[in-house]
């Protein structure tokens, strides 16, 4: 039997991390946790910055230095749907990992990674601004 454990983030006291440890690598032997404290009120999490402030933690998105930006290319032979798709979920992800206080960063960084994958200033604005079309459900009369 195989077990596995993904990438958890629990935020609990510094008095407790050393039982809680201790009592997580009990279970099974061949399952080691780890844990990684936060820095100056900070701690990197997958792709997420988290910050903790007084009142609220504030997310920003993290990129590794080794992270290459790399999406379909626009020259590419892919259907123009699916670049499309690619860029308008690369920017509501973008946008869904921060807070509202670094949208012009995020803004930054989208424009900045299609522009290198070769996609035109026009595409990008208009993806920029692009809402979808609100899907409207039609019930059936009973």
Not at 39 to 66: A, E, G, V, W, Y
């Amino acid at each position: 039997m195989t077990k596995y454990v993904d990438d958890s983030l629990f935020f609990i006291h510094k008095r407790i991390h050393g039982p809680l440890l201790n009592f997580l690598n009990g279970f099974y032997n061949r399952i080691k946790f780890e844990y990684e404290n936060e820095c100056n009120n900070r701690i990197h999490f997958l792709d997420i910055f988290i910050s903790r402030l007084p009142d609220r933690l504030i997310f920003k998105l993290f990129q590794k230095p080794t992270h290459t930006g790399r999406i379909i290319h626009y020259d590419s032979v892919q259907p123009f749907s699916v670049k499309f798709n690619t860029a308008v979920n690369l920017r509501n992800y973008y946008q869904s990992s921060s807070d509202l206080i670094f949208r012009n960063d995020i803004q930054k960084l989208f424009s900045d990674t299609l522009h290198h994958n070769g996609y035109p200033a026009i595409f990008i604005d208009s993806i920029s601004r692009f809402q979808p079309t609100p899907k409207i459900s039609i019930s059936k009369p009973k």
